[in-house]
């Protein structure tokens, strides 16, 4: 079934970047099909739905606020740096620089590593999942002048940080 589903997401991956004409659309496609396969991990029956339409609609938001002015290799960078920060045992910033548009920046910084499972996650329901390893990441993109910003909490789960926006 899974192979099924990346089968069927990876054509339409290659079809939203070939047809869109900004960075911004093509960032909120990716991320839509991205956030509906991660989506797809969890839940079951009538939760897996949900879970997949949440993931596609946060994928859409997230996707088309980062691709606003990015191409590939920036975010590509952006990620790197908040896969890196969330990797480091102590708090730091993670800087990162467009290699072709000099005015094109950003980091990723850990802002907060004891998440309070009552007033940091009300709706966290997946018992598999350890509140003391979760984190929140502020992730800042600087282009053309302006900047866009955005805090997300993470999770370690099975190995991998996962957004707690998907449990």
């Known amino acids: 079934m899974r192979l099924r589903?990346?089968?069927?997401v990876l054509?339409?991956?290659?079809?939203?970047?070939?047809?869109?004409?900004?960075?911004?659309?093509?960032g909120a496609g990716i991320?839509?099909?991205?956030?509906?396969?991660?989506?797809?991990?969890?839940?079951?029956?009538?939760?897996?739905?949900?879970?997949i339409g949440l993931g596609g609609f946060l994928g859409t938001v997230i996707g088309s606020s980062i691709g606003q002015g990015l191409d590939d290799e920036e975010v590509a960078l952006a990620n790197a740096a908040q896969s890196t920060v969330l990797s480091k045992p102590e708090a730091e910033k993670v800087n990162w620089t467009s290699p072709t548009r000099k005015t094109t920046h950003g980091y990723s910084e850990v802002t907060k590593k004891d998440i309070n499972?009552?007033?940091?996650?009300?709706?966290?329901?997946?018992?598999?999942?350890?509140?003391?390893?979760?984190?929140?990441?502020?992730?800042?993109?600087?282009?053309?002048?302006?900047?866009?910003?955005?805090?997300?909490?993470?999770?370690?789960?099975?190995g991998r940080w996962v957004s707690a926006s998907l449990f």
């Not at 054509?11 to 911004?24: E, I």
């Not at 991320?31 to 879970?51: C, D, H, L, P, R």
């Not at 329901?125 to 909490?153: A, F, L, M, Q, W």
């Open 11 to 26: 054509p339409l991956v290659g079809l939203l970047t070939s047809c869109q004409t900004t960075n911004k659309e093509i």
């Open 31 to 51: 991320g839509a099909v991205t956030g509906a396969a991660v989506g797809a991990f969890f839940g079951e029956g009538a939760g897996k739905a949900i879970a």
């Open 117 to 158: 499972e009552d007033e940091d996650l009300p709706a966290l329901r997946d018992p598999t999942v350890k509140i003391d390893n979760c984190r929140e990441v502020k992730s800042v993109v600087y282009t053309e002048g302006h900047h866009e910003s955005e805090t997300e909490i993470f999770c370690l789960k099975e």
């Open 5 to 8: 589903s990346i089968m069927l």
